[in-house]
């Protein structure tokens, strides 16, 4: 006899407490906010999950693998939103203490929570291994006109009272978007931001290349200023240094165009960023994996001051971060003579003179894909020329803590491009 692809459950919200999950199979659970209706025939499981959702609240995936009680996913159950419109997921995963000195990959993810809606919205469950199945649901969903609200329940975390007065700095801060090339990745980070549950007063998107032409503003309710770099083919770094330098907002974040920012992504930071007093405050990371089909959660130290003094290469991803503005002009901004790497040198520059930490949460969703510049062959991760300007920047970083040189003399010094740059504003 064969085991079953999934253990199919239907239960009560009301049960779901009680319920021991069965470790032998891996389980879809439909959660109902009564009790459910009476067994119907077996069907195949893409019948099987729109006669489901038809009556359910809430589906739930199950790996065998996790080890999580009724009672938690009872817990998780009672943060999502069930309104007329949820679009919600949460990836589930316990809570682990964050590294001290650098990145670690702390699983994939293989159980999640979503509520019924997005079954609606035309998703389909491929049977297979449910982190491949949670891929799937996430892409999808992600790409969809009408995106869902993705956010991580860490099983274990004490949970902290978001304080909404914080909140308010919002109305004073600014989203920068560098972009060049492909605007459907462009159209997916825009649009997930109309999930959030608040976001900057207003949001940079600055083209480096001519795919502007083709790009319709109109399409988002989102406070939009278009600009085009000048001259192209700059790089990310100083749209992001002039936005900065001609803002008047006193708090920046920060997104690359191919990624995605959880809903509740810029109320965490800011609030985080406030109660902590730091200068600079970053986030963990969900990991969409396009190579491996997969999602991996990674967590940062939380003091990325510490860490880098300790020689980490791997403390923080700087587009999870947000800034004050007088802040980062203390540190002299980012060079921009460069296409790619130099957020790691505005790190360890930043690091002499700011306050840097992450958060204990996953607030960004980032993609790892095939064309980018950390997977591109002459950019990627672990080129050579990445491995030798990053052997050069820490151990100059290391001359300069041991007061051996200059920050000036360093190769840690503030480069510009050789010609003017200007952001053209785009009506």
């Known amino acids: 006899m064969s085991i079953p692809i999934f253990n199919i459950i239907h239960i009560a919200g009301s049960a779901l407490g009680s319920h021991s999950p069965d470790i032998t199979a891996d389980s879809i659970i439909f959660v109902y906010g009564e009790d459910p209706p009476a067994q119907y025939e077996r069907k195949t499981l893409q019948e099987e999950l729109h006669a489901g959702a038809a009556n359910a609240e809430v589906i739930i995936i199950l790996s065998r693998q996790d080890d999580f009680s009724g009672a938690e996913l009872s817990e ?68 969809n006109e009408n995106p869902c609200s993705v956010n991580v329940h860490q099983f274990g975390k004490d949970a902290v009272q978001k304080n909404e007065a914080h909140n308010n ?70 749209a992001r240094h002039y936005s900065i330098v001609q803002s008047h907002t006193s708090y920046i974040f920060f997104n690359d165009s191919d990624d995605v920012s959880t809903s509740n992504r810029f109320t965490k930071l800011m609030a985080a960023l406030q109660e902590r007093e730091l200068d600079m405050i970053g986030s963990h990371e969900i990991r969409i994996d396009e190579f491996q089909r997969n999602i991996k959660l990674y967590r940062y130290p939380l003091d990325v001051n510490n860490a880098l003094r300790n ?47 992450n958060a204990d949460d996953f607030l960004y969703i980032r993609y790892k894909r095939p064309g980018s510049l950390t997977t591109n062959e002459k950019t990627k991760l672990g080129s050579r020329r990445r491995e030798f300007l990053a052997w050069r920047w820490f151990t100059d970083y290391r001359l300069i803590l041991q007061q051996r040189i200059s920050l000036q003399s360093s190769s840690l010094r503030v480069r510009n491009l050789a010609s003017a740059f200007r952001l053209v504003p785009i009506s």
């Open 76 to 143: 998780a159950l009672s943060i999502l939103p069930l309104n007329a419109n949820p679009h919600e997921l949460l990836l589930l995963t316990r809570h682990k203490n964050p590294p001290v000195f650098q990145q670690r990959m702390d699983g994939i993810v293989r159980s999640c929570i979503f509520t019924t809606d997005l079954v609606t919205d035309g998703l389909t469950i491929t049977p297979g291994i449910t982190e491949n199945i949670i891929f799937d649901i996430v892409c999808k969903s992600l790409d």
């Open 169 to 238: 700095h919002l109305t004073d801060s600014m989203l920068i978007v560098p972009h060049i090339g492909n605007t459907g990745l462009l159209h997916r980070c825009l649009n997930s931001l109309s999930r959030c549950h608040a976001t900057p007063a207003s949001v940079n998107v600055c083209f480096d290349d001519d795919s502007s032409s083709g790009f319709d503003a109109s399409a988002y309710t989102l406070p939009l200023a278009l600009y085009a770099n000048l001259p192209q083919d700059s790089g990310p770094y100083p």
């Open 311 to 357: 020689g980490s290469p791997h403390a923080h991803f700087h587009p999870t971060s947000l800034i004050r503005r007088s802040a980062y002009l203390k540190t002299g901004g980012f060079s921009t003579d460069l296409t790619f790497g130099y957020d790691t040198q505005f790190l360890l520059r930043a690091s002499l003179f700011i306050r840097i930490g």
